[in-house]
């Protein structure tokens, strides 16, 4: 939502949070309708909506000038509890591969686990960096397009390519953002030592 050193407020009811809270309470509704072979086509149309309001709630908060502390930590949750839904959602449902499923589901569950502590032993939070943004759009785009054509939807061949390139690209930028997200988390434990 924020980039590093951008202020911010202790507002918690601001446009971007609330497009944050609605993404999270879209989650069972999308899970719902992709695991239902009638209304999956439906679900990864709901996921994909979901994970472009990703973007907007981040200009909208930089725009209105609503970045808020609260908001750096609600958009990241939010993204991963919406993507490890979907993933394992399409998974499921035979429309994404669980061998993709796990190297971005692994790496998640490592960073959150990371972040979670170090806030709850130090409250100290790890800002996000414009490539994990990046990456995380990279695989929300790859998931909804693999699945597309896994699906056997319109332009399916078209899709699963357009799908693994940009799985290529996203897993690469989300483990270096992982990386630098483990640098950081260095020397946020020695300067609150």
């Known amino acids: 939502m924020s980039r590093p050193g951008e202020p911010s407020s ?40 979901v994970a472009w309001t990703d973007w907007i709630d981040g200009f909208l908060a930089r725009r209105l000038g609503q970045v808020s ?23 499921l449902r035979g429309a994404f591969p669980w061998w993709a499923a796990g190297a971005i589901l ?16 130090r ?21 909804t397009w693999i699945s597309w054509g896994n699906l056997g939807y319109a332009l399916d061949d078209a899709a699963l390519t357009l799908g693994w390139v940009s799985f290529a690209a996203g897993i690469i930028e989300y483990y270096v953002a992982a990386g630098l997200y483990l ?10 030592a």
């Not at 993204?79 to 490890?84: F, H, K, Q, S, W």
């Not at 994990?132 to 785009?141: D, I, P, Q, R």
């Open 106 to 121: 692994v790496r998640d569950a490592a960073v959150l686990c990371a972040g979670v502590g170090l806030f709850w032993r």
């Open 183 to 192: 640098g950081d988390l260095r020397r946020a434990l020695a300067g609150a």
């Open 10 to 49: 202790d507002r918690v009811l601001t446009v971007p949070n609330l497009l944050s809270f609605l993404r999270i309470a879209l989650i069972p509704l999308f899970v719902a309708l992709v695991v239902d072979r009638d209304t999956t086509f439906s679900g990864l149309l709901l996921f994909a909506g």
């Open 69 to 91: 502390e609260f908001g750096k930590i609600l958009d990241p949750l939010a993204d991963r509890l919406a993507i490890g839904a979907g993933l394992v959602a399409l998974a």
């Open 123 to 143: 409250r100290v939070r790890l800002d996000v960096r414009p490539i994990g943004k990046v990456a995380t759009f990279s695989l929300m785009a790859a998931v």
